[in-house]
Nanobody
Framework: QVQLVESGGGLVQAGGSLRLSCAAS????????MGWYRQAPGKQRELVAV???????HYVNSVKGRFTISRDNAKNTVYLQMNSLKHEDTAVYYC?????????WGQGTQVTVSS
């Protein structure tokens, strides 16, 4: 089993920055993919950014140039640096990890951007 614990959410003004962290613990050999999803009220959960083993990354168009995903494989941790935040970035952000054939989710952390 793998547990994911997120941190770093909060309230920020538009144009500001936040950094989310997600640490994985448990029985881990290697994590193939780690990423971030978000779900705004009344909307479906959407992919924000993912990082595969190595340097492959993918971002949803709406965050390209503003968000950066990075990983510390030694710590089984993934980060999401969010700059130039917009009101529409307001959502619960969920960490995701795919490892050993299983998909795992964190509990979510609220990000609120005031306009």
């Amino acid at each position: 089993q793998v547990q994911l614990v997120e941190s770093g959410g909060g309230l920020v003004q538009a144009g500001g920055s936040l950094r989310l962290s997600c640490a994985a613990s448990g029985t881990i050999f290697s994590i193939d993919v780690m990423g971030w999803y978000r779900q705004a009220p009344g909307k479906q959960r959407e992919l924000v950014a993912v990082s595969a083993s190595g340097t492959n990354t993918h971002y949803v168009n709406s965050v390209k140039g503003r968000f950066t995903i990075s990983r510390d494989n030694a710590k089984n941790t993934v980060y999401l640096q969010m700059n130039s935040l917009k009101h529409e970035d307001t959502a619960v952000y969920y960490c995701n990890a795919f490892t050993q054939g299983e998909n795992y989710w964190g509990q979510g952390t609220q990000v609120t951007v005031s306009s």
